[in-house]
């Protein structure tokens, strides 16, 4: 389960930021991160911090534990499938 959790978030945040038709430098802007730092996200190669989830949260217009639900809904099908 090690990489999983990563993998998911950045799956979320995917999602999420094309739902909202938002581009990864968009999303890095209202978020007040780097474009390449919102990318390794994406990809699961960098795992964000709690201050990092909670501006990106706010950057796409839900509650910090939103985005964790989505995360976890993600997890969970994923291990159905």
């Given at each position: 389960?090690?990489?999983?959790?990563i993998?998911a978030?950045?799956?979320?945040?995917n999602?999420?930021?094309?739902?909202l038709?938002?581009?990864?430098?968009?999303l890095?802007?209202?978020a007040?991160?780097?474009?390449?730092?919102?990318?390794?996200l994406?990809?699961?190669?960098?795992?964000?911090?709690?201050?990092?989830?909670?501006?990106?949260?706010a950057?796409l217009q839900v509650?910090?534990s939103?985005?964790?639900?989505r995360v976890?809904a993600?997890?969970?099908a994923n291990?159905?499938?």
């Open positions: 389960m090690s990489g999983e959790p993998k978030f950045g799956l979320v945040i999602q999420m930021r094309k739902e038709g938002l581009s990864q430098e968009a890095a802007d209202e007040s991160l780097d474009r390449s730092f919102v990318s390794q994406e990809t699961g190669t960098k795992q964000p911090s709690l201050t990092t989830i909670f501006r990106l949260a950057a509650e910090a939103d985005l964790l639900r976890e993600t997890l969970g291990k159905a499938a």
